[in-house]
């Protein structure tokens, strides 16, 4: 992880005297939004920002059906089985 993040988390922190979880909790938020502008706006998106290593985690949760009705939020079964096995 780039430590600059960490870094400026921690200086936002200090010379504004905000709480890090709620700094941490509008980055997540953040990641989320840009997101769902990329992915479809009724994606199903999870962020997660460690606090102690700064690492951030996107991830995109869909649905497994046998026929795709909603490509935003569902996977086929198909297509599913080919990008994560059997």
Known sequence: MDH???NALTEIVREKN??????????EAGLQSAARK?????????AKVD???GEMTVEMVKT?????????????LEEAQLE???
């Open 18 to 27: 905000i709480d890090k979880a709620i700094i941490i909790e509008s980055l």
């Open 4 to 6: 600059n993040v960490l």
């Open 84 to 86: 994560f096995g059997d």
């Open 38 to 46: 990329k992915l479809g706006a009724e994606a199903n998106i999870y």
């Open 64 to 76: 497994v059906v046998e026929e795709l009705d909603d490509p935003d939020t569902d996977i086929s």
């Open 51 to 53: 606090p102690v290593t």
